[in-house]
């Protein structure tokens, strides 16, 4: 059974850092791109980071580019968010995700595996 387990998440301070990590077991997903989403309560699921299967690319939405960056372990079959000078507006559940395809997309309608998520929190 496949399973991904996030982990990291937490309370910080405005200007902190966290690094979420997000281990998958059951099969590998070294061929496949892996993304972060996160959501905050009333809001819609929303795009982070990708990056490819090989972690040669990575793609950022706007608002975490420069602050936040993503990185993958193929033989691990795990994929980290580094998040550095966090704002009260990244405060969200954020959830790591494998994407159908090798190369990245921001579609979450193309990501067929989600984890539990893990809760990221920032006081300003």
């Known amino acids: 059974q496949v399973q991904l387990v996030e982990s990291g998440g937490g309370l910080v301070q405005a200007g902190g850092s966290l690094r979420l990590t997000c281990a998958a077991s059951?099969?590998?997903?070294?061929?496949?791109?892996m993304g972060w989403f996160r959501q905050a309560p009333g809001k819609e699921r929303e795009f982070v980071a990708g990056i490819d299967w090989s972690g040669g690319t990575t793609y950022y939405a706007d608002s975490v580019k420069g602050r936040f960056a993503i990185s993958r372990d193929n033989a691990k079959n795990t994929v980290y968010l580094q998040m550095n000078s966090l704002k009260s507006e990244d405060t969200a559940v954020y959830y790591c995700a494998v994407s159908m395809w090798a190369g990245i997309t921001s579609n979450k309608a193309q990501y067929g595996q989600w984890g539990q998520g893990t809760q990221v929190t920032v006081s300003s």
């Open positions: 059951g099969r590998t997903f070294s061929n496949r791109a």
